[in-house]
Each structure stands twice: as structure tokens, then as C-alpha cells.
């Protein structure tokens, strides 16, 4: 016997998508049990990152459901959720947000306004404002979410901490950096408690306190977080990982911004190295990383290779058309 099996591989959903005609004709193309359907199928799509096969059975199963079942049942609630969900995979955040919006109510009267579901569709909506730089609108919404996670799954769970990073890196991003560091604090201690100290994830959360630090110029404050997030990508993830290449670069700008370019340059270095083999050498990380690495050589009297090197920055933008 030769072949291996597969689980939801691509060709799998082509035979989801290939047996809806047969489907339909059973069922009758109005039939709610047909709407399931769909959305299963919709989901293998979207799982498979196939947005534009997935959106019009999306619509399809929206419309069946809205003929068929009240105004806020929740399968209505959740068809607006999942065609919300591939728009936001697309970047058409225009397009998502209505339908967000509209789900949410749903949810609020259909399951409750305390519901665990009523949680995770404000955080749907909040993370896309955020993205959108609607801060103000978001901000409430997060704060809820945490608010009903914290009553249902105690102030310790980890669904917690992910939308206490969410609301921590939307102050950053505002500048509202007072208000972001004990946020920030609070998810990296949930993290340490429900993960361990050397996860990944306690990693990523380290590098957003120390980016925080480095912007408020307290080095003294930046360096030893970025150095643990370096030593826990190192050992988790192997020294070759993409991730490590990030901590690498941080602490590379860290230390060009304090002036020691020697430490600076041989960090620099290895994260384009690294980059390069992982992500190939026209990724935006390496362009974004070269052109600190120019800049440092300009303030070291390198100006022939610092122009060099920002050839190549430009080359590779253009190639992108960033």
C-alpha cells in the first residue's frame, strides 16, 4: 500500500466544495440544514486561506439563515462573524466592520451580555478598530472582554492575558505609554504563571516592554528584557529561528541608540543573516534591519558601505512597491 493519509488537506476541501450541488439538490437551495453545510465547507476554505472561495458561501449560508431563523439567532450571529473573520484575513476592514458590529448585538441578546461568545466577538471587533486606529472605539471594548473573561475564567487565565496584550500594545501604539507598562506587567505575569518563564510567549510579551522601554529612552530598563527574550527564543525555538533574528535586531537598535555601535553592528549582522536564510533575502525584516545597519555605519564614518547597503534597501522596497 503506497500514499499517506491526509487530514483537511487541500484536497479534501475540494471534495467539500465539490459535493454542494449534490447537497443542494437534497436539500432544497433554501434548507437551513444546507446553510451548515456551507459553513463547513466556508471554514475549510478559510482554514486553507482560500478568502475568495469562502466569502460567497459565507453570504450564501448568511442569507439562508436570515430567511429561515429570527433576526438574533445566534447561527445568524455566527455566519456575520465568519464572513467578518475573511474580510479581516483580506485587509478589507471596511468591510468587516459592519458586519462585526451587527453580529455583536446578536450575541448580547441571543446568548447574553456577560456570554463568553459576547466576549470573544467584542475582542473580534476591537482588534480590527484597533488596526483601524479607531482607539477610542476600541478601548471599550476591550476593557468588557477582559471584564466578562476575568468573572468567567478567573483574572489568571490566558485568554485573559491575550487581550490584556491587546489593549497594552493599542496604548503603545497611541503613546500612552504610562498606561500600557502595568498592563503589559500583568499579561507577562499571567503568562510566567500559566506557561512557564521560558515560553515563547512570555518572549514576545518581554519584547513589547522592552520596545515600550527603548521608546522612553530608559536603556538601563530595555536591555535586560531583551536580552531574557533573546535567551528564551534561543532555547525554545533554536538559534536560527526568525524570532531570534527579531530579538537580535531590538538589541542591535538598542545599543545603536546608546551609541555602542560594536555590540550594535555584530547583532545587526546576524539577524540579516538570519532573515535571509529563514525568510529569504527581499523579506521587509531584512530591509527594515540593513537600513539601521546604514545608519550606524554613516555615524562610523562608512559612508561607501552604508550607501551599499541602502541600494539595497531600496531595491528590495521597490521589488515589494513599499
Avoid at 447537497?23 to 432544497?28: D, H, N, R, T
Avoid at 533575502?281 to 541602502?310: G, Q, S, W
Amino acid at each position: 500500500m503506497s500514499g499517506t493519509p491526509s487530514f483537511m488537506t487541500e484536497t479534501d476541501t475540494d471534495r467539500l466544495v465539490k459535493s454542494l450541488p449534490e447537497i443542494e439538490a437534497s436539500l432544497g437551495a433554501n434548507a437551513p440544514e444546507l446553510a451548515d453545510h456551507l459553513m463547513v465547507v466556508a471554514m475549510s476554505l478559510y482554514n486553507d486561506s482560500r478568502f475568495a472561495e469562502a466569502e460567497p458561501l459565507l453570504k450564501k449560508a448568511l442569507a439562508i439563515r436570515e430567511k429561515n431563523l429570527s433576526v438574533d439567532h445566534i447561527d445568524v450571529a455566527e455566519s456575520l462573524n465568519s464572513l467578518g473573520m475573511v474580510y479581516l484575513a483580506q485587509g478589507r476592514f471596511s468591510d468587516a466592520e459592519p458586519v462585526f458590529k451587527r453580529a455583536l448585538p446578536m450575541q448580547e441578546r441571543a446568548m447574553g451580555m456577560e456570554h463568553l461568545n459576547t466576549a470573544a466577538g467584542l475582542k473580534n471587533l476591537a482588534d480590527l478598530q484597533r488596526m483601524m486606529s479607531k482607539y477610542s472605539e476600541a478601548e471599550p471594548h476591550y476593557k468588557r472582554a477582559i471584564e466578562i473573561l476575568e468573572r468567567h475564567r478567573g483574572p489568571d487565565n490566558m485568554e485573559v492575558a491575550n487581550i490584556l496584550n491587546s489593549l497594552a500594545l493599542m496604548y503603545y501604539e497611541q503613546g500612552r505609554f504610562a498606561e500600557a507598562e502595568p498592563i503589559f506587567r500583568k499579561a507577562l505575569a499571567i503568562e510566567e504563571k500559566s506557561l512557564g518563564p521560558e515560553h515563547p510567549q512570555v518572549a514576545a510579551t518581554l519584547t513589547n516592554l522592552a520596545n515600550l522601554f527603548t521608546d522612553r529612552d530608559q536603556f538601563e530598563k530595555a536591555e535586560p528584557l531583551h536580552r531574557r527574550a533573546l535567551s528564551i527564543r534561543e532555547k525554545a525555538l533554536s538559534t536560527e529561528h526568525p524570532k531570534v533574528a527579531e530579538s537580535l535586531n531590538n538589541l542591535g537598535y538598542l545599543y545603536h541608540q546608546h551609541g555602542n555601535y560594536a555590540r550594535a553592528e555584530s547583532l545587526y549582522a546576524r539577524a540579516v543573516e538570519i532573515w535571509e536564510r529563514t525568510l529569504g533575502p527581499d523579506h521587509a525584516n531584512v530591509a527594515a534591519c540593513l537600513e539601521n545597519y546604514a545608519e550606524l555605519l554613516r555615524k562610523t564614518n562608512r559612508e561607501i558601505d552604508a550607501v551599499a547597503l541602502e541600494q539595497r534597501v531600496y531595491l528590495i522596497r521597490r521589488k515589494a512597491n513599499v
